[in-house]
């Protein structure tokens, strides 16, 4: 597992402060509380690495884990504070808009989404932003463990569909920090990207 080799970098609050702009990374985004640090502490198989942290200040900065000198992953702002200030707002949405845009690096974005409540209009957002420059998506439906084998099965699927009409690029998979399920299939998919 490459990515037990994941350290803790740097927060960047602005794209200059990045590594340089080569190799090979990923990057993770969600509405806060979806999941986003669970699923990169599972996949990494770090129980520390990536902290949770409830305080809007921290939302704008991309957290940068190398796991060797070539290949990376980010940790992008999380989203869908109800109190966050319009003016940061508005530089969250120019950061990531302007990394996506840009960054050459990057291979392709985790989209984190709480199972229970998929493809809200920050995810909405950010698959177009996605498809918009050509990235490729993975969507990890986490937490599945809250529901039935079946209620998860019709969500995949529903999600999936949704997917093709919205942005064909994209794949789903379900996913449990908790329970762990669906870790080697979201290791396989990041390690296609990184060339792993
Ligand atoms: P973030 O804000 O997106 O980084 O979300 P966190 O990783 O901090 O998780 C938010 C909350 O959801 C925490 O209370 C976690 O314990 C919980 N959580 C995260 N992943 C799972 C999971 O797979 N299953 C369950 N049942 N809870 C989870």
């Keep these: 597992n490459p ?9 960047a609050h602005h794209l200059r402060d990045l590594p340089p702009d080569g190799g090979a990374e990923a990057a993770f985004a969600g509405r806060s509380n979806a999941g986003k640090s ?19 200040g921290r939302t704008q900065q991309l957290v940068v884990f190398p796991l060797d000198d070539a290949h990376r992953l980010i940790d992008l702002p999380g989203y869908g504070y109800a109190k966050v200030p319009e ?3 508005l530089h969250w949405r120019g950061l990531i808009d302007t990394y996506l845009r840009t960054r050459e690096a990057l291979k392709g974005l985790v989209l984190i989404m709480d199972v229970r409540h998929p493809l809200r209009e920050f995810d909405q957002q950010m698959l177009e932003y996605a498809v918009a420059t050509g990235r490729e998506v993975h969507c990890l439906l986490t937490k599945a463990d809250k529901l039935s084998r079946s209620e998860g099965m019709r969500t995949l699927l529903a999600v ?10 994209a794949s789903a998979q379900l996913f449990s920090s908790l329970a762990k399920t669906g ?4 290791r396989a998919v990041l390690a296609g990207w990184l060339g792993l």
Aim: aromatic fraction near 4%; glycine fraction near 2%; proline fraction near 4%.
């Design 3 to 11: 990515f037990r080799n994941a350290q803790y970098l740097i927060s």
């Design 38 to 56: 669970s699923a990169l502490n599972t996949i990494c198989d770090q129980q520390g690495l990536a902290r949770t942290s409830k305080t809007p």
């Design 160 to 169: 999936r569909k949704e997917l093709q009409a919205r942005a064909p690029q």
């Design 183 to 186: 870790v080697d299939e979201a």
């Design 87 to 89: 003016n940061l707002r």
